[in-house]
T-cell receptor, first 113, second 115 residues
Framework: KQEVTQIPAALSVPEGENLVLNCSFT??????LQWFRQDPGKGLTSLLL?????REQTSGRLNASLDKSSGRSTLYIAASQPGDSATYLC????????????FGEGTQLTVNP | EADIYQTPRYLVIGTGKKITLECSQT?????MYWYQQDPGMELHLIHY???????EKGDLSSESTVSRIRTEHFPLTLESARPSHTSQYLC??????????????FGAGTRLSVL
């Protein structure tokens, strides 16, 4: 069964700290992996997309890595800010799943001023 | 098992036509979403709804409109399709509460080509 797991479920850090969010998946035959942000009461905002052939992607203070062999991806947030507080979701599109995405349950991040 | 359906799966139409993309879910979810995704690119939110008679525009501007008259149904309409609307459109829903509140269930998508 193709599953996505995110650890931890919640994380609280002081402003300015660097942090890592983890995502693991059970089937290494992925097509791509995306990291999303979800603010309370809103839909998803796509942050980074990593294709199966890539090892990492960077956007501003965000860096996402992908290790297919170990079934893991990490989202690194540098110099965290209170505005980074949100739920971060990892989603996998597998080679056999067509356009369907499978999401993890998310990590709720709180950055304290 | 969660069920969310999108029709049609593929649509090729000419410029200027009015089209409606259908999305239905049988899970009783209040929250529903429409996303647009070009091949190999990120997913972008174009519309969302938190319940019957509630609709909002998303992060990506779109010339489409949506309606939510029934909980299970969230159609997307293009009044006059143009080649720039060529893309894949994905519908999703989530429960919004409970253990799985953040898990979105996606339909298989509609791949639209406007000639």
């Amino acid at each position: 069964k193709q599953e996505v797991t995110q650890i931890p479920a919640a994380l609280s850090v002081p402003e300015g700290e660097n942090l890592v969010l983890n995502c693991s998946f059970t089937d290494s035959a992925i097509y791509n992996l995306q990291w999303f942000r979800q603010d309370p009461g809103k839909g998803l905002t796509s942050l980074l997309l990593i294709q199966s052939s890539q090892r990492e992607q960077t956007s501003g203070r965000l860096n996402a890595s992908l290790d297919k062999s170990s079934g893991r991806s990490t989202l690194y947030i540098a110099a965290s800010q209170p505005g980074d507080s949100a739920t971060y979701l990892c989603a996998v599109k597998w080679e056999t799943s067509g356009s369907r995405l499978t999401f993890g349950e998310g990590t709720q991040l709180t950055v304290n001023p | 098992e969660a069920d969310i359906y999108q029709t049609p799966r593929y649509l090729v139409i000419g410029t200027g036509k009015k089209i409606t993309l259908e999305c239905s879910q049988t899970m009783g979810h209040d929250k529903m979403y429409w996303y647009q995704q070009d091949p190999g690119m990120e997913l972008h939110l174009i519309h969302y709804s938190y319940g019957v008679n509630s609709t909002e525009k998303g992060d990506l501007s779109s010339e489409s409109t949506v309606s939510r008259i029934r909980t299970e149904h969230f159609p997307l309409t293009l009044e006059s399709a143009r080649p720039s609307h060529t893309s894949q459109y994905l519908c999703a829903s989530r429960p919004g509460q409970g253990i799985a509140k953040n898990i979105q269930y996606f339909g298989a998508g509609t791949r639209l080509s406007v000639l």
